[in-house]
Every structure is written in structure tokens, then in C-alpha cells.
């Protein structure tokens, strides 16, 4: 479980504002998903990638400094599909505790089949398990999905709990992160089986961590 922020991340060296960078950006990002299906994370060069792009080595250079910083964007782009995911099931409010907690497992089975389910960003994953950037990638990420229940969820909770509820989210976010980076390396059988008894584990540290912070009123039941 990650408790700490790793250090700096890798930024990409121009961030793309106009159409025409942008498309060049999705061109170097499609080019090394194709070079990782064909050689793998590891052997990932900027060289090879320039080569699949069709562009020159300078051009690469000019909006990646590495290979580290395309792999950053790539698993960025992964990342903010999954934010967009979380908000969009937060989007209504919860009715209960309980549907918080339901909203929160159904996310983590789909944060695992889409790893599974994409084999380039499968292999991308599981080789930048340890990479600064993207563990800062990751962190960031989790503190943002937190901000998210925390504000749809809040006010289920007593207002001299709620630094602890935030607290007791990042914890649980953790958890389940650890979780699916395990469940993916192994196959699918063990994998699937791994999520749910994550997702088990998950519901009794919530019934646990939880459940002490929230308002004894009638009217906290309903949105």
C-alpha cells in the first residue's frame, strides 16, 4: 500500500494546446503502445517509437524528454478515463452508506477488467509498478477519487469526523489499488479470485473504518 507521494513525476516537455500538437501527441502515444505489444515495457526505446511514428527523434524529444514521460502519458490517459468513470457513478448522490460502498466495489471490478482486458496497458502497468512517476501518477490520482466520495458522501458523516473520513477514504482507495496491481499479474482465474476477496475485505474494513463516523439522524438515509 502506497502511504507516502513518490517524488517527481515525468511531464511530457510541451504540454499540447493547439489540434495539431495534440494529434502529434496521440501519434508518439499510439506508436509506443505498438512498440510495447511488439517488444514490452522494458525494452522500450525513443528511438523505436520515433521509427513507428514516422517522425524524427527530434521531433519526439520535443514533447517527451523519455521514454519514462510517454509512459507517464499513456498511463495518465488510463488514469483519467478511470476518474471520469468514478465521477460519473458519484454524479448522483448516494442514498446510503451502503450504495457508497457498492458504487466503490463495482469501480474496482471495472478498474481490474480494464487492465485486464487491454493487454498493451496490462504490460505497461504491471512493468511501471515501480516507476516514480507513475506511483506519483497513481497517488495523485487517489487523492483526487477521494475528494470525489468524500464530497458526495460527506454528509453521512458527523462534521467533527469528516478529516478522519477523508483519512479512512485514502486508505481504502490504497487498499483496493494495491489490490487490482496484484490481481492483474496473475491470471485470470487467481486474478478474479484475488478481486473478490479483495472486495470482501474491502466491505468489512469500511463496515469498520466507517460506520463509527456517521450522524446518528433519521433523515441520513436519503440523499
Known sequence: MRTAKPKQRQEPVRIPRQA????????ILRAAKTVVARKGYTDLKMTDVAAEAG???SSMYQYFPNNGAVISAICEEYLSQQRSNLKEAFRTPPGSLDEVIDRMETLMQSYYQTLRGDRVLKKIWSGASIDKSVLSAEFDDTLENVETVHAAARHFVLDDKLAEFR?????LFG????AVNQAVDLEDTEGQRTIE???RMLRASWNVGIHPLVAARSDLTTA
Do not use: D, S
Open 167 to 171: 483519512k479512512t477514504l485514502t486508505v
Open 197 to 199: 476477496i479483495a472486495t
Open 55 to 57: 517522425i524524427t527523434i
Open 175 to 178: 487498499f483496493a489499488n494495491a
Open 20 to 27: 495539431r500538437a495534440q494529434k502529434r501527441v496521440e501519434q
